[in-house]
């Protein structure tokens, strides 16, 4: 292994879930382009199906690659390093973007960042958006989407430490449980915070995983607790007080993750907090992590959720496979920190 890249672009690659993406970065961390293709064909199921992921990554690589070389106004004579997510995740949809990057970086005789993608959800804050600087360490990050949601106190560029994790459900997972619950489509995120606009967030005292010792997590009685509810309820009942349902819902997931934050940041000194992963989109997340009295900060987005162009800032930071060394690596369905 050898030292990241010396110059040239970075070109990434992620496939780990059901997202085709692609991107170009520069050394210095500004996006040149970042391509995401997501497959809605998945919505109609509830959930991703990892046989159609893969197929669909496949079919849309090659042109997801070229569009963030286009973009980027970059042919392949520019870029100095190959970066992609080797895990964790579905590993049919890894192997997708795993072969392709090591094709491309064979070809060209280039190294290969082979990366964590839960080091790219940490290393997002380290992009440079509209001209702006990085989010540098020392912080504590919240990471939590649909797959994974984890605390992680990051000192470093490369590596962090995982300060507490959910022994169930990620919270967006919980998001779409309880949507699915209330009858709203998939993801369930953005429907139902839209359904508790104008809810009453305190109508249902669902459990805000207080039980739960320490700084981790856990949504699945949480979600029991709603099925209960609306069992209760009947269903016409259920069906006037969706809202309030809802609106009660999302604050116990909201409270869970903030009052955990709340002890991290308490527990390590740190007075700055970064947030990643599809639930940061969440709006009464983003306000109750905004009046703690600390450092915020948010990526937009796009670098939220999963993307490339957090893979090429992991891959800046990390030693990097030289060709052809790089041919033997594997991709891995879960990580090796318990996540
Ligand atoms: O990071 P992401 O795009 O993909 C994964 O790696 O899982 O996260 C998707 C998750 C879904 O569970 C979705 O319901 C949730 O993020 N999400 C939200 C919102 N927007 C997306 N959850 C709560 N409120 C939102 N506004
Ligand atoms: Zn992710």
């Known amino acids: 292994m050898s030292r990241a890249v010396a110059e040239g672009l970075v070109l990434a690659i992620e496939t780990s879930c059901d997202d085709t993406c ?47 070389l286009t973009r980027a106004g970059a042919s392949l004579d520019d870029i100095g390093l190959v970066a992609v997510t080797r895990g964790p995740g579905l590993v049919g949809a890894l192997l997708v ?59 470093e560029h490369h590596g962090f430490e995982v300060l507490g994790r959910t022994l169930d459900d990620a919270a967006g997972e919980a998001f779409d449980k309880g949507a699915r619950l209330l009858g709203l489509p998939f993801p369930g995120g953005p429907h139902l915070q839209r359904a508790a606009e104008p809810g009453d967030p305190t109508a249902f005292a669902f459990p805000i995983a207080e039980k739960v010792a320490g700084l981790d997590f856990s949504f699945s009685g949480l979600k029991t607790s709603l099925l209960y509810a609306v069992r209760d309820l009947g ?69 939220c959720t999963d993307n490339a162009a957090m893979i090429a800032a992991a891959a800046l930071h990390q030693p990097v496979t030289p060709y052809p060394e790089h041919l033997g690596l594997d991709a891995y369905s879960t990580s090796d920190r318990g996540l």
């Open 235 to 303: 269903e016409q009942e259920a069906r006037r007080r969706h809202a309030d349902l809802a609106a009660s819902f999302q604050h116990a997931i909201v409270e869970a993750l903030a009052r955990r934050v709340e002890r991290a940041l308490e527990q390590t000194g740190l007075d700055r907090l970064a947030i990643g992963g599809g639930v940061a989109a969440n709006g009464p997340l983003r306000a109750r992590l905004s009046a703690l009295g600390v450092e915020v900060h948010v990526p937009p987005l796009a670098l």
């Open 97 to 155: 973007g795993l072969s392709a990057a090591k094709a491309i970086a064979a070809v060209r005789r280039l190294p290969l960042a082979a990366v964590d993608h839960l080091q790219g959800h940490v290393s997002a804050n380290f992009l440079r958006v509209d001209g702006g600087a990085p989010f540098d360490p020392p912080f504590l990050c919240l990471v939590a989407s649909g797959g994974h949601t984890f605390l992680a106190r990051v000192e």
């Open 22 to 68: 692609a991107a170009v970065v520069t050394r210095d961390g500004v996006i040149a382009s970042n391509v995401i293709s997501s497959q809605g064909i998945h919505d109609a199921y509830g959930g991703v199906v990892p046989e159609i992921a893969s197929r669909h990554h496949l079919e849309l690589m090659d042109a997801v690659v070229e569009d963030a």
